[in-house]
């Protein structure tokens, strides 16, 4: 798994709306690392690609990495907080990095644990 999706899931010109990258970390972890602004209309995408890489891919652990995309709407907040209780389902350590203050006390506030947080800029 790895290179950049564009937000139909699709290869494609990373300079057209949103971009979800995929990578493998080195420990085996994936990192999804979305680009550009997180709207309602990459709810879907967002939501399928966190939702697959969960049940389907089941890494050890599962990084969104939001260092690009400081802000999510609510729906995009809600998708990332309900990965985190699914993964706790199938065993995936599920953590959100690079968030923005702003961002962590939003995820926080809809039921995200603190300590998912990492690395708050």
Do not use: W, Y
Not at 1 to 18: F, I, Q, V, Y
Not at 25 to 34: E, L, Q, Y
Not at 46 to 72: F, G, K, M, N
């Amino acid at each position: 798994m790895g290179g950049r999706l564009n937000a139909t899931g699709t290869k494609g010109d990373p300079m057209r709306g949103s971009v979800l990258e995929v990578r493998t970390g080195t420990d085996g972890s994936v990192v999804i690392h979305p680009h550009g602004s997180i709207g309602a209309d990459d709810a879907v995408e967002l939501r399928q690609l966190l939702v697959h890489t969960v049940r389907r891919v089941r890494p050890l652990r599962l990084i969104v990495d939001l260092a690009d995309s400081p802000e999510l709407d609510p729906i995009n907040l809600g998708s990332v907080v309900a990965a985190c209780d699914l993964g706790d389902d199938h065993q995936v350590a599920v953590f959100i990095h690079n968030a923005t203050v702003s961002l962590a006390d939003r995820l926080t506030a809809a039921g995200l644990p603190r300590q998912r947080v990492r690395g708050i800029c």
